[in-house]
């Protein structure tokens, strides 16, 4: 069982994104109880009141953005943008009847146990994984309710890496989770995770026309497009019943990866940073070239020689879109938060905070360019700085006007795996090869509050302002950091 230890030395390995198979190898405390405990304290560290949880989404509007809950950060317990994994099974979100769980590692043990308690363990449940798992392999025996299908990737350094959810309710409606965790222990305990949780998604009027109730931003088109290329006829009666659900509510888009070479096509680039691209070129507003992209992520892949090479050629030239041509405007600043060995051996669980951090010396070597881009992970105002993220997030914003022009939460983590890499050598046209699935959401302030963009840190015109996960201005490495590798827990 892949899963991480909070107190013993791990043994870790390397992310997907880096070119192996897990985030991180060790045994959960609490999946190796023998049998459910009846106290929910025993099982879930931070427990809040049941029931509470669909007024807390509705407070959320209109970003639907949350954090997951850290443990021994107790402000965290009563934030009110926190979230625990039992407030997304809460019923007061909906009776759940059934659900999809698409993850990379998945603790069935660690999960059934939430289904337990949140009083829905005998509901079917598909679980498509991408991580080796031999319990997986055998839950339906014990489990008839549970279906458990390992996601065939087409090579060895393909990831299905995606975490998101599909709850369907009682009442015929359902609801749509990204997510950046995986689904054991560890990741809902002292590491800084993003959730964004969609609104109650009602089913159409049988005799609806079959484009009723698509979301302003195509996400129902999207995420099936999406769910289809798994090629799981398991699959099937979901793509059916989000076919006849009303997504009209759904102020975000849906950005997926999937593996494979991918054109432009009518509807723009359909997967990976193209697609980011498409949207942007679409739908944002003018944005100076004096504002960067600010990047984030828990992993780093083999980026090349310089920052021409990928950052700029493929990812920045991408991100860099507006609704305006780009004409000679110049390319942004590239700005990357990801933690130093300050920041780890600072955390909350000292050095084994990094277990969720596969950024390999191996590959770090390869590309001394990039510490001059490197920034401390921060988050004092969000009680998280010494959480370490597992969140991925990409933006851009403006300190002067205290504006965020677009926000990304998504699985993917920096590198061509998760992103793609163009083709330049196509004779046709530029193909994009990506080799992982990943799933995010992307928030453009047109669609979410009417506006050209989001408020940075303060209320504008009665709009709150958009939670970023870190603290604004970024902190710089200094001369003597330098970033976390995984290899210094092999060292211990």
Known sequence: MKTEKRASSPKPSTSSDAGTRSEIESSSNLAKKQKITKNIRDYVPVVVEKGQMARKLEAAAPYNFFLTAITDSKPTHNEPLTITLQEILDESLGTIVESVQINFMVDIG????????????????LV???????????????????????????TPFSTSHTKMMLLAYQDGSMRVVVSTANLYEDDWHNRTQGVWISPLLEPLAEDADTAAGESPTNFRQDLMLYLVEYKYAELQPWIARIRRTDFSAINVFFIGSVPGGHREGP???????????????????????????????????????????????????????????????KFPQFKMIYPSFCNVSSSHDGMLGGGCLPYSRNT???????????????SKLRHRSR???????????????????????????????????????????ACLRIANFEAGVLFLPRFVIGEDTFPLGTVRDGIPPFPLPYDVPLTPYSPDDKPFLMDYLHEL
Not at 128 to 154: F, N, R
Not at 301 to 327: E, T
């Open 364 to 378: 770090n070597d390869k590309q001394p360019w990039l510490k001059s881009y490197l920034h401390q992970w921060t």
């Open 110 to 125: 660690w999960l059934l146990g939430h289904y337990y308690f949140a009083g829905i363990l005998d509901t079917p449940l």
């Open 387 to 429: 959480a370490m993220p597992h969140i991925k997030s990409y933006t851009r914003f403006n300190l002067e006007d205290k504006s965020i022009y677009w926000f990304l939460l998504t699985s993917a983590n920096l590198s061509k795996a998760a992103w793609g890499s163009f083709n330049k050598n196509s004779s046709i046209q």
């Open 128 to 154: 498509l994984y991408g991580d080796d798992t031999p319990e997986l392999q055998t839950i339906s025996k014990h489990k008839p309710k549970v279906k458990a299908i390992k996601v065939k990737m087409p």
């Open 267 to 329: 509807r723009g680039h359909p997967w990976g940073h193209g697609r980011v691209s498409s949207i942007l070129q679409k739908h944002c507003a003018p944005i100076d070239e004096s504002v960067p992209v600010v990047c984030q992520s828990s992993s780093i892949g083999s980026l090349g020689a310089n920052v021409q090479a990928w950052i700029q050629n493929d990812f920045l030239n991408s991100l860099r879109r507006d609704c305006k041509p780009l004409g000679i405007r």
